[in-house]
């Protein structure tokens, strides 16, 4: 009995520890990727240390792969100003909240609607720029770690996950056409 208990045990650990990759998309698009880099990040250390993370993607169409980045943003703070349309502001336009944790993100393929905008409302993330007069300093925080992700845009569940501090990683080898 004691070792089928150890067994049990390990098998619950085992599979609680890997059961999120099975929600991982496998074929799709640069949205689906983001999606699942999201959820693979939310399973690390670094997800418990934040309340918002910035996500940056790029598309390496010579290496077939996507690039996504995702660190935890110490600068939480957006100008906005109340006399311009939400979508003429410099704010992100995309967002991801999980577990009361926000992803923000800007694509060029959407504007700021109003969901994202109240998502930073309620980050208290945006600063009235009071007409222009307001400005914000922006700072860096080199000791924070962040993640890189290298996904194969022909399976997105073939990535490869790098964290680190350094700014420019070399792109992996990765077999994408398994």
């Known amino acids: ?47 418990e240390k934040g309340k918002v993370f910035k996500l940056h993607f790029e598309s390496l169409n010579n290496n077939d792969l996507y690039h996504i980045m995702i660190i935890e943003s110490f600068d939480n703070k957006y100008l906005y100003s109340k006399e311009k349309k939400i979508e003429e502001n410099k704010l992100p ?9 926000l992803f923000i993100w800007w694509d060029d393929n959407y504007t700021i609607d109003k969901e994202v ?26 000791k924070k770690k962040g993640v890189d992700y290298f996904i194969c845009k022909n399976n997105l569940k ?12 070399p792109i992996p080898d990765l077999e994408c056409n398994k």
């Open 1 to 47: 009995m004691k070792y089928f208990s150890i067994l049990i045990f390990t098998s619950l650990f085992f599979w609680g520890c890997n059961s999120y990759k099975t929600s991982l998309i496998s074929y799709g698009n640069y949205e689906d990727a983001i999606q699942n880099t999201i959820i693979d990040f939310s399973n690390t250390s670094l997800f």
């Open 93 to 101: 336009s995309r967002c991801f909240e999980l577990n009361n944790k």
């Open 117 to 142: 905008f109240s998502k930073l409302e309620k980050y208290s993330m945006l600063v009235d720029d009071k007409g222009g007069w307001i400005t914000l300093e922006s700072s860096t925080d080199d």
């Open 158 to 169: 073939i990535y490869k996950r790098i964290i680190t501090r350094i700014g420019n990683i």
